[in-house]
Every structure is written in structure tokens, then in C-alpha cells.
């Protein structure tokens, strides 16, 4: 193992000023704050960067690429100087929180300047670095492949109820895909279930538990309680319109949010790709705030679809979900070693034998 020096982070890093985006489009990435803001035709950095937020609420955020990339004037480029490895000094920022140097308050900002002159520990063996770097990456990859291999599985899930219960014909506002009969009675969404406010937790009394908290924008955190029984389908009441979320463990939805609190002849996934498929913001009832009145929702006229089709289609999909489920346990065991070993890595308390 060898040896750690201090010094500058511009001793190690060279950073460099983004650009306003360009007025194109294309497939290369544009990053500001926030990470990706779009995509355009050209590129003003290649090969590994290490894209900093610069300016504002994202300020000191830190994403890493490998190919070309337009880096914005919201961001700051930076680069490893030679025998530095990039991907290290990636992790080495992150665990760094360079929000906490920023500059001014009501408008945070970090610069080239002050990038420069913050004093580091770092290893000076560039086979160390990359060491370090692997047993990180590793890690992040392995999620990343489970994050994939998710969407795919909630992909060909949707593709299927496409084909079973929605019309090729665009506008057309019921189910009835290629599996659509003639003689489908037509309906109400209440005739499949019926949907029902959340319930209040103020923050103070929230207490870190096994349950999740969802609200109109997903999950939101932990409480020890839950209010309703896996597994469960909500949505958006207040604020924000139309997202849609399946949740496969007890759970307690915020009265941001509408729950399904009784199936008829829907069943939970059924119900869940569903409403993914109504325009839910198009029953926006407010006007400062947006809101969602569940009775609009339950007189929504639909094509109702035979029970055992409903239930076939249940059967078939869900052990694609207990799937995602289990692959959404193995993500957060992999985050929390990631999170507990990247400031053991970043300080040298864990040492990487080579």
C-alpha cells in the first residue's frame, strides 16, 4: 500500500468553465447542476470528465462520464492531472460534499478558485487510486444493472397491457387492445376499484422504521406504522399530477397522495398500468395548486374487461414485479456498502491490498 500526501485539489485537478448550451439537437449529453439537462449535436468535453454543479441549489453536485459530453455555464469541468485516475477523483469529490465550501448563502456558488486552493488527503499510488476507484465501481455497476434490468421487466409488463387492454386506436379513451371482444360491457373506473385520500404525518412525528411514505412524488422516506397492506397503487392528490406508483410492501401514502383502497374487478397491476394510461392531470381541479378529485377519476368511462382476462393478466405479471421487488432490496443493500465504504476509502481508514 502506499503512501498518502497532502495537497491542493488543484495539484490533482484541472478544472475548466462550461459553456451555454447550444441551440441543437443530438445525442450528446448536456449537464448542468442537476445532472442531465438535454441533449444537442456537439460536444465541448471527450473522454472521462468530472462534470461539478456550479451555481445555485445543485451547487457541488458531481457526475462522472466517458464520452463526449457539453458541459453548461451552470457546471465546472475537471480533469486528473497526470498519475491521477479520474474515476478516484470522481468518488473522491462526492465524498468530499463541495456544496459545503460554496460561496455565499441566499446564492450558493463554487469557482475554479476555490476549487483549487481546498486542501485534500489523498493516495498518492495511481495503482491505489484505481483500486479504490474498482471496488466502488463495482459496487455501482451491480446497481446500475439491477436499476436496468428493472425498467426492462416494468417495460415488457406495460407491453403486454398494451396488448391485452388499450385500443391501437389513438385518443380513444377505453381499454380493448388486440385481445379486446366486442361484447365488453362498458363502464366506470369505480366499477374496478375505488381510490381514497391519504393520511396526514406532519414531519416532527415521523419515526425512521421498515415502512415507506409515499406522496404525490413517490417515496418520500420511513415511518415505524403503515396504513395499508401490500401490495398497493397510488397517485398524486395535491401538487403534483399524474405520476403512478406500485409499492409491493406495507406502506403509508401522505394526503398529498390517493390510494387504491378497494379492488372490484381490478387487481392491483391491472390497476396500476390503468391509470398510467389516463391523462389523471387532465382532472386537475385547482388552480394555484393542482388537485385531483377522486370522484372525477371513479366516473371515467371505460371499457370494462372480463374478469379472468383481468386475472390471467395479474397472474402472469406478477412474479415480474416480485422480481423488481427483490432486485429493489438487493439496490439498497448494495447503496448502504457503498455509502458506509466510500468515506472509509476517501479517508484511507480501509486500505485496498494490491
Request: charged residues 20%.
Amino acid at each position: 500500500m502506499g503512501e498518502w500526501r497532502k495537497c491542493d485539489l488543484g495539484k490533482i485537478l484541472v478544472f475548466g468553465n462550461g459553456k451555454v448550451r447550444p441551440n441543437t439537437e443530438g445525442a450528446v449529453p448536456v449537464y448542468g447542476g442537476n445532472g442531465i439537462l438535454g441533449y444537442c449535436d456537439n460536444n465541448n468535453y471527450s473522454d472521462e470528465t468530472i462534470i461539478i454543479g456550479r451555481v445555485g441549489a445543485y451547487c457541488g453536485s458531481v457526475y462522472y462520464e466517458n464520452r463526449p459530453v457539453w458541459v453548461s455555464d451552470n457546471a465546472l469541468s475537471a480533469k486528473p492531472k497526470s498519475n491521477n485516475y479520474a474515476k478516484f477523483l470522481f468518488y473522491f469529490l462526492k465524498n468530499l460534499s463541495l456544496n459545503q465550501f460554496a460561496e455565499g448563502s441566499s446564492h450558493p456558488l463554487v469557482t475554479q478558485t476555490l476549487l483549487n486552493s481546498i486542501e485534500v488527503q489523498v493516495p498518492y499510488s495511481f495503482p491505489e487510486q484505481k483500486a479504490i476507484a474498482s471496488v466502488l465501481s463495482s459496487l455501482d455497476d451491480k446497481i446500475d444493472l439491477l436499476h436496468s434490468q428493472n425498467k426492462t421487466l416494468e417495460a415488457m409488463a406495460e407491453t403486454l397491457f398494451r396488448q391485452w387492454f388499450v385500443p391501437a386506436r389513438a385518443g380513444q379513451p377505453h381499454a380493448g387492445g388486440e385481445e379486446a371482444q366486442e361484447d365488453w360491457e362498458e363502464g366506470k373506473i369505480e366499477d374496478l376499484f375505488l381510490l381514497q385520500r391519504g393520511f396526514d404525518l406532519p414531519i416532527q412525528k415521523r419515526v425512521d422504521g421498515l415502512y415507506p411514505i409515499f406522496a404525490a412524488s413517490g417515496h418520500c422516506g420511513t415511518h415505524n406504522e403503515s396504513k395499508v397492506k401490500a401490495p398497493g397503487v397510488t397517485t398524486g392528490r395535491s401538487g403534483l399530477l399524474g405520476k403512478v406508483f406500485f409499492i409491493m410492501e406495507d406502506f403509508w401514502p401522505l394526503n398529498t397522495s390517493l390510494f387504491i383502497k378497494e379492488y372490484r374487478i381490478g387487481t392491483p397491476l391491472f390497476s396500476y398500468f390503468l391509470l398510467q394510461t389516463i391523462d389523471l392531470e387532465g382532472f386537475n381541479a385547482g388552480s394555484a395548486v393542482p388537485t385531483l378529485n377522486r370522484n372525477h377519476v371513479h366516473k371515467h368511462n371505460i371499457l370494462i374487461p372480463p374478469r379472468a382476462l383481468i386475472e390471467k393478466f395479474e397472474n402472469l405479471i406478477n412474479p415480474s414485479f416480485k422480481k423488481i421487488e427483490f432486485n429493489k432490496t438487493q439496490i439498497r443493500i448494495l447503496e448502504k456498502l457503498r455509502d458506509t465504504l466510500l468515506p472509509k476509502l476517501m479517508s484511507g481508514e480501509v486500505r485496498i491490498e494490491m
